[in-house]
């Protein structure tokens, strides 16, 4: 299978900061990346997905000016949380997909958990 | 929208027992059924996955099965080990060119006793 590192794979803030968050593929090029939010004891809720290149797509409900995602490189997708709130607290987990390589299949990265004071 | 729905939401077995977990799609025009483990602090893990021109698939312990005319698909696993406990997600995909986003259930707490 394909690997997806995250960094960092935790963090505390203080509330109204900014936090960033990386994810990577490892040994392929994904041209699709997804990222997720994942509360305790429940399911995984897609955030956005990104290409490589053009501007992300959210879903509905997500603000996409307090969650800045860029997909600038084939291999690198960041998630920038800003003026985080202790509601922001959550487990954020990406996922990279290579269309090409790996057809419809998505490989999740170990996840990132943020915990904003 | 695209709903699926997973029962049941936890399951308790002895270990060297089969476990059994059922998912059911909303979408007719899904064509892509993949399962992912998820243990604690970590992110999901593939374990298989079922395309909708394949009625079942195995791999090793594990095996999954469509039925899409009832829409359902679901995951066995045979003797179970307690390194098997874990969360297990099953998702539903549209696989259309190049976009495919997935409708996860809501997943089973699957705990194998030793």
């Known amino acids: 299978g394909a690997v997806v590192s995250q960094h960092p794979s935790w963090v505390i803030c203080k509330s109204g900061t900014s936090v960033k968050i990386e994810c990577r593929s490892l040994?392929?090029?994904?041209?699709?990346m997804f990222w997720y939010r994942q509360f305790p004891k429940q399911s995984l809720m897609l955030m956005a997905t990104?290409?490589?290149?053009?501007?992300?797509?959210?879903e509905q409900g997500v603000e996409k000016d307090k969650f800045l995602i860029n997909h600038a490189s084939l291999t690198l997708s960041t998630l920038t949380v800003t003026s985080a709130h202790p509601e922001d607290s959550s487990f954020y987990i990406c996922?990279?997909?290579?269309?090409?390589?790996?057809?419809?299949?998505?490989?999740f990265g170990p996840g990132t958990r943020l915990l904003v004071l | 929208g695209e709903n699926v729905e997973q029962h049941p939401s936890t399951l308790s077995v002895q270990e060297g027992d089969s476990a059994v977990i059922k998912c059911t799609y909303s979408?007719?025009?899904?064509?892509?059924f993949p399962w992912y483990k998820q243990e604690l602090g970590k992110g999901p893990q593939l374990i298989i996955d079922i395309r909708s021109n394949v009625g079942e698939k195995k791999d090793q312990r594990i095996a999954v099965t469509l039925n899409k005319t009832a829409k359902h698909f679901s995951l066995h696993i045979t003797e179970t080990q307690p390194e098997d406990s874990a969360v297990y997600f099953c998702?539903?995909?549209?696989?259309?060119?190049?976009?495919?986003?997935?409708?996860f259930g809501a997943g089973t707490r699957l705990a194998v006793h030793p």
């Open positions: 998702a539903a995909a549209r696989f259309s060119g190049g976009y495919n986003k997935l409708i």
């Open positions: 040994d392929f090029q994904a041209t699709t």
């Open positions: 990104s290409n490589e290149g053009s501007k992300a797509t959210y």
């Open positions: 996922s990279a997909r290579s269309p090409l390589v790996f057809k419809e299949t998505q490989y």
């Open positions: 979408d007719s025009a899904s064509n892509y």
